[in-house]
């Protein structure tokens, strides 16, 4: 053994040192929890036609569901006075297994059946833009800090939340956060902004700096992509896919209706009730739906809706498995 150590001593200690740096490199990427200041803090700034719907749906989808009109916020018929915003919010809102109604909230969620797959579109419509909100994974902005959609929910209050882009995943692509600056480095990605009044804008990071989208007033900016419907039209083509994604898959995306008026979309897939869908696929149950703009998060595994506390989709994880899995963000309505 001597001997052997003596001839080969180097080239042993080479090949300890190689493995014991891939184990660390892979430790790194898939499962180290790093936690990172926001990007402002780092600078020493402060941070800143196929489709069909099942039952009532069409009615459900189509309906004005506008939150916040002056009848809903206790406004008198007789004289014209309303209730105070203190008695609006101590009201009971209006609660059922597929809808959530008070004074600045109004979600209405569908199930439809298209292309062999389970979706559910909620409707939301808000009486302010910033309450379209997102939270983090722990409330932490980091590497490799996770938990499932309905933890991350649970812990900020929400509504309806469905997973977001899955940020920590990737080392760039713009994230900005409630109006907070986190990552300014881009990789030329077709990201979805979020503005503070509501509206939705799709950008190229190469086109245009983080720091420059929140001066203007970004409230959210969400990096996976890509855009799916522009201007009411479709916007990819039915060939397009993300990175080595396959091409049915389970799905998550976010459109806008008008002004405040929202589509929270996600679909089942990879099991024998539900095949998934395609991103052109997913693009044209949102335009049907009526979607001008509307965006592709995070999808396959990640992709989870929940209502209330409950998820409502099928998520699954490897091997077909019923299972959330955890992620980084959500996207969400609240209290």
């Known amino acids: 053994m001597r001997d052997f150590l003596k001839k080969h001593g180097f080239g042993v200690l080479a090949a300890l040192l190689l493995c014991g ?21 780092e ?44 008695e609006t919010l101590s009201a009971s809102p209006e609660i059922t297994d597929t809808s959530y109604r008070d004074g600045k909230v109004s979600v209405t969620i569908t199930t439809l059946r298209a292309y062999d797959t389970t979706v559910y579109a909620a409707r939301v419509t808000l009486s302010e833009g910033e309450s379209l909100k997102t939270a983090l994974a722990k409330d932490t902005y980091g590497k490799n800090v996770k938990d499932t959609t309905s933890e991350i929910a649970e812990e900020n209050g929400a509504i309806l939340a469905v997973n977001g882009d899955f940020y ?19 990789a030329g990605n077709e990201d979805l902004v979020i503005w503070r009044d509501g509206s939705f804008s799709i950008v190229n990071e190469d086109e245009v700096s ?21 201007e009411g039209e479709i916007a990819v083509d039915e060939k397009d896919e993300v990175g080595k994604a396959m091409a049915s898959n389970p799905r998550t995306a976010l ?3 008008s002004d405040r008026s929202y589509l929270f979309v996600v679909s089942d897939g990879r099991t024998s009730e539900s095949e998934g869908l395609s991103l052109y696929e997913l693009a044209e149950i949102l ?20 209502f209330l506390g409950k998820v409502v989709n099928n998520p699954t994880t490897g091997g077909n498995t019923i299972k959330e899995r955890s992620v980084s963000d959500i996207v969400y309505v609240g209290i």
């Open 21 to 41: 740096f891939t184990l660390y490199a892979l430790l790194d990427v898939f499962v180290i929890p790093r936690e990172y200041r926001p990007a402002g803090e």
């Open 43 to 86: 600078a020493g700034e402060t941070a800143n036609p196929v489709l069909w719907e099942t039952g009532e749906s069409a009615a459900l989808l189509s309906g004005s569901g506008e939150a916040g009109t002056e009848e809903e916020n206790g406004a008198d018929a007789e004289d014209g006075t309303a209730e105070t915003e203190e």
């Open 168 to 186: 920590g995943a990737r080392n760039a692509g713009y994230v900005i956060r409630n109006g907070v600056l986190y990552r300014e480095k881009g």
């Open 210 to 230: 983080a720091e420059t989208l929140l001066s203007e007033g970004a409230w959210q900016v969400l990096s996976f992509g890509p855009a799916l419907v522009e």
């Open 255 to 257: 459109g806008i209706l």
């Open 287 to 306: 335009k049907s739906l009526g979607a001008e703009t509307a965006y592709n998060l995070d999808g396959g595994g990640s992709s989870s809706m929940v």
